[in-house]
């Protein structure tokens, strides 16, 4: 059972303040050193750059294989649902075997989802092959969290929230620069290379992972560590949470002819979820772990809201740019570049920041304002007004980004650092999800004012209610209790 801790453990590690008499900055400088961080870096923005690489190869890919929008967007959802079961099916895995070992995994996986994609010889090999890059991708993030909690452990110093902020900062950063180095792959040498591009970058971060990360600990080698209930990894679990999530994506990506059964079935197979996890001695998902736990709880509901106004905006405000003042969509890109370096400086930023609520409370504060910007624009605006209103919006997203993430890393039990993190990255793609689904509803067969405005109304809703949110977490407050989480190495 976890034991729950004030300060010492969970609050140092949120905020980057020594935890560990006589360790000295220059000490752990060299524990979170470039060996360490260079192949968790690597792997960290596959993901995301896969998530948004593919978006200028659809068309493309859609004239090849003679299928329109609706068919190539699957090659979006299949990666996102995968990746969505993944994260915490692989997190757990890395906090039952060890993390290096599923960070290795996962590249290995990635380097032969890529060779798929790249000698598919139809689309629904394509399909299998954006399948199997998300489960590959989705073993980076939960790995890297709970290697730097080991690492912690190591060295007797939580991890510098620069650290944290650095994984944050590749997965903005790469899916920034995806569609733009789609469009010039698929430009260049064709489509294909989408997929391939995706061998030699795993290849960099497997081979940065054998020489560089430290193996892992000898009681988990080939089951759980010592103390640890049996149970195996719950397959069952996995297929059940997979179908649940698998019904909600279907009827979000079509709220404009809503299917009511899916939400109903959704409902019973959840029901049946959670029989099946309490009566599990290991379940999938801890949900006793998370009745107890309700900061993590409320960093999950945060993260998922901050991230389904973030994407309404990227996908909606991207998708208005060309359909409403005309531009191009080179010339869209460009647009949207102000915002990703807004959001990238900012997500350093926070990074160097020592607590968790003030960032959040900006971040938050920052998308109610940043939508009601977005209420002001018209087909006719200037380009300069649509370059602020992007500024602004990359606040949040840098913000968000990193403050949830060191939430997560405080707030996660001991042992479990790596299916927490698993599952932020779930509630991260159930707000892509809703997003899309809302940006379908509102935009309808063109994205137009009326539609902008629709979603500026709900990013400010939401934007609000996250702050209000935010401001009432007492668990976010200097010095507050972090239920479930432990001490290192404790």
Not at 7 to 20: D, E, L, N, V
Not at 161 to 185: E, I, K, N, T, Y
Not at 299 to 323: D, K, M, N, P
Request: charged fraction near 10%; hydrophobic fraction near 50%; glycine fraction near 14%.
């Amino acid at each position: 059972m976890s034991e729950t801790v004030t300060g010492a453990g969970a609050t140092a590690a949120t905020t980057g303040a020594p935890g560990g008499s006589g360790a000295s900055a220059e000490g752990s400088g060299r524990a979170f050193g470039a060996r360490l961080m260079t192949p968790l870096l690597l792997g960290s923005l596959l993901n995301p750059l896969n998530s948004t690489m593919i978006a200028t190869a659809l068309v493309a890919i859609g004239q090849d294989f003679h299928i329109g929008a609706a068919g190539t967007a699957w090659l979006v959802s299949a990666m996102y649902l995968s990746s969505a079961v993944g994260q915490p099916s692989l997190g757990r895995l890395a906090d039952r075997i060890g993390p290096r070992r599923v960070f290795v995994a996962g590249a290995l996986t990635v380097c032969a989802a890529g060779l798929i994609g790249a000698l598919a010889p139809g689309f629904p090999l394509l399909i299998v092959s954006r399948v199997v890059l998300g489960i590959g991708t989705a073993a980076a993030y939960p790995a890297a969290m709970a290697l730097l909690r080991a690492e912690s452990q190591r060295v007797g110093r939580p991890t510098p929230r620069r650290v944290l902020g650095r994984l944050s900062l590749a997965a903005l950063g790469s899916a920034a620069v995806g569609p733009a180095l789609g469009g010039l792959l698929a430009a260049t040498a064709g489509w294909r290379t989408v997929f391939a591009v995706n061998i030699p970058l795993a290849l960099l971060a497997l081979f940065g992972a054998l020489a560089w990360l430290p193996a892992d600990r000898k009681d988990r080698a080939g089951g759980p560590a010592k103390g640890a209930p049996a149970g195996g990894l719950d397959p069952v679990g996995m297929l059940l949470f997979a179908a649940v999530l698998t019904c909600t994506m279907f009827f979000l990506l079509d709220l404009a002819h809503p299917q009511w059964p899916l939400p109903a079935a959704a409902a019973g197979l959840a029901g049946v979820l959670v029989w099946w996890q309490l009566r599990r001695p290991e379940p999938f998902l801890d949900l006793r772990m998370l009745a107890r736990n309700g900061p993590l709880v409320r960093t999950y509901l945060r993260h998922g809201l901050a991230y389904l106004v973030i994407y309404c905006v990227l996908y909606g405000f991207s998708q208005w740019l060309e359909e409403g003042p005309g531009f191009s969509s080179f010339q869209a890109g460009l647009i949207m570049l102000p915002m990703s370096a807004a959001a990238a400086c900012c997500s350093l930023a926070g990074a160097r920041t020592k607590g968790i609520r003030a960032p959040l409370t900006v971040a938050a504060g920052a998308l109610a304002a940043g939508s009601a910007v977005f209420l002001l624009l018209q087909g006719s605006s200037p380009l300069f007004a649509l370059l602020c209103a992007g500024v602004l919006f990359g606040i949040p997203q840098g913000l968000a980004a990193t403050g949830n993430q060191a939430a997560v890393y405080a707030q996660a039990p001991d042992g479990g650092v790596g299916a927490a993190a698993g599952l932020q990255r779930t509630a991260q793609y159930l707000g892509a999800i809703t997003a899309a689904g809302l940006i379908g509803l509102l935009y309808g067969a063109h994205a137009s004012d009326a539609g902008l405005h629709g979603i500026a109304v709900t990013g400010v809703v939401l934007g609000l209610l996250l702050l209000a949110l935010t401001l009432a977490d007492r668990s976010l407050r200097p010095g507050a209790t972090a239920t479930g989480a432990t001490r290192p190495g404790g």
